[in-house]
Every structure is written in structure tokens, then in C-alpha cells.
């Protein structure tokens, strides 16, 4: 059983007999508090999708959930649900928009290493790898020699994504994605 100063953002946790997934984690250290930083929670119960803010302090002890994670790739949208299929055995898992809606700006068709998260054989979330490459769709003229400079500009890219990339860059170019900190990292 991991204490709440353990616990990490996409993890599922046991908590008064229901599993949630831990969608946001925010550490505050209450002034003038002798003992440890408390842990505000953001879960989402993984079978209503209800939210939930609580707060833990960093001793307090959650049981974790069992879980599992499944290659796949993203399939189809239809409507709201999101398909994606089993790289092993093309089992079909159905997402709703709201339960993915922040990893949706980082996957389309070529999108390779998504995990798909089950809890209990129900697919609750999608898993992303660290880095993705993606097309720009859309950015301002690239300038010569922008490379030099460290100025960026907005790019928006096909997902629909907007992230700041260096001025040399231009539309049409493949580029590497930090997911986590959403945030340029080369060219692909």
C-alpha cells in the first residue's frame, strides 16, 4: 500500500470501496504546519466517470487498483466513442470523448505506444508514450537563419493541438512532442 505522497497522475486507486483514476495531482505545504505537504486528488470514479477532489495528507495510505495495460492502436471515431484496437488480439475497446478528451490532441491514426488502461476488463483510459511525433498543420512562414535565435511561434498541429515551436520550423514538418509538458522537442 503506497502513501499518498507516492501515488502518480494515471493511477488507480481503491477509495471507500469504489476505483477511481487519479487524473490530477497538487502538493501544497500548508505554512507554518509542523509535519508533511498535503496531496489534493482530482478522481474520476472509473465506472460513473463522477468526479472527485479529496485531499490526503502525505502518510495517509490508498490501496492501489488492479489494472492493466494494453497495447493498442487508435481504430475510429464514431460520435463521442473513440475505438481503439488490441495489438495482440484486435479486441475493440470503446473511450468516450470526456474520458480522453486531454490525450485526444496527441493521437491519430499513426499515433504508435498508446497503452489502453482496464480496470476490471472495462477500458477506463488511454496511457501515452513520453514523446509523439506530429504533423504541423499550420504555422507563420519559417524565417532564415531562425534557427539561431531562441524566439518561438505558435504551431498548430492536426490534432489540433497549439504548441510554440522555433522560428526555422514551417507547416508540413514532422515534429517530436513532449506530452507531459506539451512542448516541442525536435524534428522527426
Request: hydrophobic residues 35%; negative net charge.
Amino acid at each position: 500500500m503506497p502513501k499518498a505522497s507516492e501515488i502518480k497522475k494515471n493511477q488507480a486507486v481503491e477509495y471507500e470501496g469504489r476505483v477511481y483514476f487519479v487524473k490530477d495531482i497538487e502538493r501544497s505545504v500548508p505554512q507554518g504546519r509542523a509535519g508533511g505537504s498535503l496531496y489534493r486528488m482530482r478522481m474520476y470514479d472509473v465506472v460513473t466517470n463522477q468526479k472527485l477532489d479529496e485531499t490526503f495528507k502525505d502518510s495517509d495510505m490508498l490501496n492501489l487498483a488492479d489494472l492493466v495495460r494494453r497495447a493498442a492502436t487508435f481504430s475510429y471515431a464514431d460520435g463521442d466513442e473513440y475505438v481503439f484496437m488490441d495489438a495482440e488480439d484486435y479486441t475493440q475497446y470503446m473511450l468516450n470523448r470526456s474520458a480522453i478528451e486531454d490525450e485526444l490532441l496527441f493521437i491519430n491514426e499513426d499515433t504508435q505506444g498508446i497503452m489502453v488502461i482496464l480496470v476490471s476488463d472495462t477500458p477506463v483510459a488511454v496511457d501515452l508514450p513520453p514523446t509523439i511525433e506530429l504533423t504541423i498543420e499550420e504555422t507563420d512562414p519559417s524565417i532564415k537563419g531562425g534557427s539561431a535565435t531562441a524566439r518561438t511561434k505558435p504551431a498548430r498541429l492536426t490534432t489540433g493541438l497549439v504548441v510554440q515551436v522555433p522560428e526555422h520550423i514551417s507547416t508540413g514538418d514532422r515534429i517530436k512532442i513532449n506530452v507531459e509538458e506539451r512542448k516541442f522537442l525536435s524534428r522527426a
